[in-house]
Nanobody, 123 residues
Framework: VQLQASGGGLVQAGGSLRLSCAAS????????MGWFRQTPGKEREFVAA????????DYADSVKGRFTISRDNAKNTVYLQMNSLKPEDTAVYYC?????????????????WGQGTHVTVSS
């Protein structure tokens, strides 16, 4: 599975962005999907995840109520809608796929990673 993340950019605080993650090579069928983010000098941290089976989701506390993860299995694409952005959301965002149909918050349980897309939120 090859994952291609896009949609990052520069936005003012309070603004919105929608990230996309398109899969090629193999479908995302039956795979849990997640978004992570990383800033310089820090470990990559969990942001959001979505199950294959029932579409249920999980979010980091820092983004709950502001970010929404969704998936379109027909398009082999996962999205991250980010609203009410804050400067502390500035990071490189990575999408990831796991063999598991149930998504996980644990970075090590994801086998496939996209290349990352930069999100910068100005104050």
């Amino acid at each position: 599975v090859q994952l291609q993340a896009s949609g990052g950019g520069l936005v003012q605080a309070g603004g919105s962005l929608r990230l996309s993650c398109a899969a090629s090579g193999r479908t995302l069928s039956r795979r849990g999907m997640g978004w992570f983010r990383q800033t310089p000098g820090k470990e990559r941290e969990f942001v959001a995840a979505i199950n294959w089976s029932d579409g249920s989701t999980d979010y980091a506390d820092s983004v709950k109520g502001r970010f929404t993860i969704s998936r379109d299995n027909a398009k082999n694409t996962v999205y991250l809608q980010m609203n009410s952005l804050k400067p502390e959301d500035t990071a490189v965002y990575y999408c990831a796929a796991t063999y598991r149909s149930v998504a996980t918050t644990v970075r090590a349980e994801y086998q496939y990673w996209g290349q990352g897309t930069h999100v910068t939120v100005s104050s």
